[in-house]
């Protein structure tokens, strides 16, 4: 883990930054969070909705710092056995992103849980799974994070 950190330069201080503040406007404007004239929330957010996001926009950030900031110099070596499928952590961040984003949504204007369960289903059975559903969320994205940083540090980081 010291060879990913030694990656970390001004570069990937300031792209973590930035997307740090984009996904905490992002995930807070389209879950009504943050009280904006488009969308809006039923009910008003759990403790837990407010951690989670505040929590989750500092890991979204470091994560995707990982693909747009140019990795300083260091030899290539390779993870991957011969034949097999490249692994960048980008599904298990994505799915991080998502399940965050699900969790900390106003239970009842979440369509598919509303169409899945209906207004009492989405209130008794998708809102008290939310916040384990945010904690998985945030587990995996300190996942994706070391895993991406490890990446970075052997060479191997997808640079958009």
């Known amino acids: 883990m010291t060879a990913a950190l030694r990656t970390i330069d001004a570069r990937f ?3 973590s930054a930035a997307w740090s503040v984009i996904s ?3 995930f807070g404007l389209a ?6 004239p488009i969308f809006g929330r039923e ?3 759990e403790p837990f909705a407010i951690v989670t996001w505040i929590a989750s926009a500092p890991l979204m950030g470091l994560v ?3 693909y747009t900031a140019a990795p ?3 030899p290539v070596q390779t993870l991957k056995e011969p034949g097999s499928a490249p692994r960048d952590g980008t599904f298990f961040g994505g799915l991080a992103g998502f399940g965050a984003f699900l969790s900390i949504g106003c239970p009842v204007c979440n369509k598919v849980a509303l169409l899945l369960l209906g207004t009492g289903g989405a209130l008794t059975v ?4 939310q916040p384990i559903v945010g904690g998985v969320s945030l587990a995996l994205l300190a996942g994706t994070l070391v895993w991406r940083l490890r990446l970075r540090a052997l060479g191997n980081a997808c640079v958009a």
């Open 43 to 45: 009910i008003p957010p």
């Open 72 to 74: 300083p110099a260091v």
């Open 24 to 26: 905490l406007l992002a």
């Open 31 to 36: 879950t009504a969070i943050i009280p904006n």
């Open 64 to 66: 995707m710092a990982t």
């Open 13 to 15: 201080v300031a792209w």
């Open 126 to 129: 998708w809102a008290p799974i």
